[in-house]
């Protein structure tokens, strides 16, 4: 599933599903060793865990953040299915 995230550095976030088990995010764009770093350590998370760690995450002072928008990507990913 692709999301398009919002109020970010990032302009798309890939996420991959194997029910509610996470087996890959891969973010367009943002900060590059960031994003890597938060996509290696929600790999094989449970996505309920990773949406109640990220949520509400804010990156200075946007109202929202890389990790906040991937909570936003997982909680669609898991409506959708």
Known sequence: M???PTGVCSQLIHVELDGDIIKNVEF???CNGNTKGLSSLVREMDAHEAISR???ITCGD???SCPDQLAHALQQALDAN
């Open 54 to 56: 990220l949520k509400g």
């Open 28 to 30: 367009i764009g943002g």
């Open 2 to 4: 692709d999301y398009r």
């Open 62 to 64: 946007k109202a929202t």
